[in-house]
């Protein structure tokens, strides 16, 4: 058994009040939470500093957590989630980010399955096959390379791996037979590991590329990588998203 985490913060410099945007008559995050629910996680709790967020989440049923409001990342704040939830270090955790409300049941339970699956691993997570040498580009796409069991290498916003000959020039298109892979932020935790995480300092790697699970990997921890079971709708970043994702459930 597992349980869904749902970060959820009011403060948003390109979206403010973005959990508590209204989609199909219902407030982003209670569709965040309802597809979190369709899984079969054991609990689902939303995890806020808002309060507004808070009344809102147990208006529609939620079990809500208040935390503290300083956290320098969403991994602090789940450790203290996990602590106000007196969870086993040996429980499995999953975080499903709060503007996610198209987010795929199947995701979540795939991505729990996997941390019970590998007990080496400390975090599991997913990825997609990257397919166009724009994305492989892109500084925020972020990309990642495994070992043979589905073992993190490395993640990186810059193209990897690197074709030394096809990409001496300006390519055109993606070398045919090299593994790209685009990941995929969704992730399950062993409470263990969020304990040890919040007092180790930030890793120089993930200062350089601003990505938390670089901590992980300096400091030792395995982070297993599969491929995802389908590839998930992307989630609301900005007005332009909220519209799209609107569209959607507005037809259903």
């Not at 869904?4 to 973005?18: E, F, N």
């Not at 049923?61 to 602090?76: F, K, N």
């Not at 704040?77 to 503007?99: F, I, P």
């Not at 070992?147 to 490395?154: E, S, T, V």
Request: glycine share 6%; charged share 20%.
């Amino acid at each position: 058994m597992y349980h869904v985490i749902i970060p959820a913060r009011y403060a948003s410099t390109r979206l403010p009040g973005k959990p508590l945007q209204d989609i199909a008559g219902k407030p982003m995050i209670e569709h965040v939470w309802s597809q979190a629910r369709k899984s079969q996680a054991e609990s689902v709790t939303v995890a806020t500093d808002d309060q507004r967020i808070a009344d809102a989440c147990r208006g529609f049923g939620a079990d809500v957590i208040m935390t503290r409001a300083d956290h320098p990342s969403g991994t602090d704040r789940l450790q203290e989630v996990v602590t106000q939830l007196g969870l086993d270090d040996n429980a499995c955790v999953v975080n499903v980010q709060g503007d996610e409300p198209l987010v795929p049941p199947a995701l979540i339970d795939q991505v729990a399955g996997n941390l019970l699956q590998f007990p080496e691993a400390s975090i599991a997570t997913l990825s997609e096959p990257l397919t166009d040498i724009d994305t492989l580009f892109n500084p925020n796409a972020v990309k990642v390379v495994t070992d043979n069991r589905g073992f993190a290498l490395y993640f990186s916003r810059a193209p990897i791996p690197w074709c030394r000959d096809q990409f001496a020039n300006k390519p055109q298109a993606l070398p045919e037979g090299v593994p790209f892979q685009r990941h995929i932020g969704l992730y399950a935790y062993k409470v263990s590991f969020l304990h040890d995480y919040v007092g180790w300092p930030a890793s120089p790697l993930e200062t350089a590329e601003a990505l938390e699970q670089l901590r992980a990997l300096w400091f030792g921890c395995r982070i297993h990588v599969a491929e995802a079971c389908e590839i998930p709708p992307a989630g609301v970043d900005t007005a332009a998203d909220l519209d799209r994702v609107r569209a959607v459930l507005g037809a259903l």
